[in-house]
C-alpha cells in the first residue's frame, strides 16, 4: 500500500518561513509528478507547486518568488519551502504524487497539514 506523510506544517507569523516535507512510502516502480496543494475554509483546494520527475517547477501565480518546490529521489520525498509568509497562505496542504507500479500509474494524496500564518 503507497502512503504518502506530510510533515513541518504549524504556527508561524506573517514574515516567516515553513518547510513541509511529503515521503512516499510502500511499493512501487516509480514516481512520477509530485505537487503541493492547499485548501482553505470554504475554498477548493488549489495547485500551489508541481514538480515534473526531471525537476522542472511550476508555481501558482500568488507564491511565485516566496515558495520553492524541490524533491529527492533518493528519498522519495518532496519539499516546500516557504519564505515571507502572508495571511492568506493559511490553509491545509496536501501532497500529491502521480505513482508507477506495477500494473499502472495512479494518484496519490497524502492527509494533510496545516499551515497557520498570524499577524
Known amino acids: 500500500q503507497v502512503q504518502l506523510v506530510e510533515s513541518g506544517g504549524g504556527l508561524v507569523q506573517a514574515g516567516g518561513s515553513l518547510r513541509l516535507s511529503c515521503a512516499a512510502s510502500g511499493r512501487f516502480n516509480s514516481i512520477n509528478s509530485m505537487g503541493w496543494y492547499r485548501q482553505a475554509p470554504g475554498n477548493q483546494r488549489e495547485l500551489v507547486a508541481h514538480?515534473?520527475?526531471?525537476?522542472?517547477?511550476n508555481y501558482a501565480d500568488s507564491v511565485k518568488g516566496r515558495f520553492t518546490i524541490s524533491r529527492e529521489n533518493a528519498k522519495n520525498t518532496v519539499y516546500l519551502q516557504m519564505n515571507s509568509l502572508k495571511l492568506e497562505d493559511t490553509a491545509v496542504y496536501y501532497c500529491?504524487?502521480?505513482?508507477?507500479?506495477?500494473?499502472?500509474?495512479?494518484?496519490?494524496w497524502g492527509q494533510g497539514t496545516q499551515v497557520t500564518v498570524s499577524s
Open positions: 514538480i515534473t520527475s526531471g525537476g522542472i517547477a
Open positions: 500529491k504524487a502521480l505513482i508507477r507500479e506495477v500494473f499502472g500509474t495512479y494518484q496519490y
